[in-house]
């Protein structure tokens, strides 16, 4: 256990719902961090948070995915009008400062039926 | 898109044996780093050098880097069965914001 948490373990949805995971770092961390990972591959990443800044986006799938981190603390990633090319597995990962390890969190699974 | 790319993509041994993992990479980077993820779960990190440093050791572990042709290695010694894992390197690339995985090298360790 890495100390960040991420709720749900598990999604799944029919094609074309919102869903949103939620993910909780480790309390001092100010960088926040949002990976998709498909099988067989490693982690991609959509996003980051400095704080409740969210610094950079541009890497984020498409307009249909979103994240917030409303109060620097806790995190949510929405995707909105799911495909069955969401699935995968989202992680999240937290930091003290920039350029250091990456704590991960154990991920949620989202299947998209 | 991926940075780093791990060699070889697949990699089985006996326990006892030594494990070498490379990595190449594209562009400058700030740091290099190594996480391990076992099936289904999320990933730990191993170790971290900087792009000023040339070797690392963390227990068993030993990673080398060379900025000059951008590649970096893993060394596991004395494996174990419970090193079975995927393991991966991920660059920190100068002027960007995001940290850049390889797909990893599936490591088997045979009892």
């Known amino acids: 256990d890495t100390g960040v948490s991420q709720n749900p373990r598990h999604k799944i949805t029919k094609r074309g719902q919102n869903v949103t995971f939620r993910c909780d770092p480790i309390s001092e961390h100010n960088r926040l961090y949002w990976y998709r990972q498909t099988l067989g591959q490693g982690p991609e990443f959509l996003t980051y948070?400095?704080?409740?800044?969210?610094?950079?986006k541009s890497r984020l799938l498409s307009d249909r995915f979103s994240a917030e981190r409303p109060k620097g603390s806790f995190s949510t990633l929405e995707i909105q009008r799911t495909e069955q090319g969401d699935s995968a597995m989202y992680l999240c990962?937290?930091?003290?400062?920039?350029?250091?390890?990456?704590?991960f969190g154990p991920g949620t699974r989202l299947t998209v039926l | 898109s991926q940075q780093g790319e791990e060699d070889p993509q697949a990699l089985s041994i006996q326990e006892g044996e030594n494990a070498t993992m490379n990595c190449s990479y594209k562009t400058s980077i700030n740091n290099l780093q190594w996480y391990r993820q076992n099936s289904g779960r999320g990933l730990v990190h191993l170790i971290l050098?900087?792009?000023?440093?040339r070797e690392k050791h963390s227990g068993r572990l030993r990673v080398t880097l060379d900025t000059s042709k951008k590649s970096s290695s893993l060394l596991i010694t004395a494996s174990r069965a419970a090193d079975t894992a995927s393991y991966f390197c991920?660059?920190?690339?100068?002027?960007?914001?995001?940290?850049?995985f390889g797909a990893g090298t599936r490591l088997t360790v045979k009892p």
């Open positions: 948070f400095q704080n409740e800044a969210q610094l950079e």
């Open positions: 990962a937290s930091s003290l400062v920039e350029g250091n390890e990456q704590f």
């Open positions: 050098i900087r792009s000023n440093e």
């Open positions: 991920a660059t920190d690339p100068y002027n960007n914001n995001d940290m850049r």
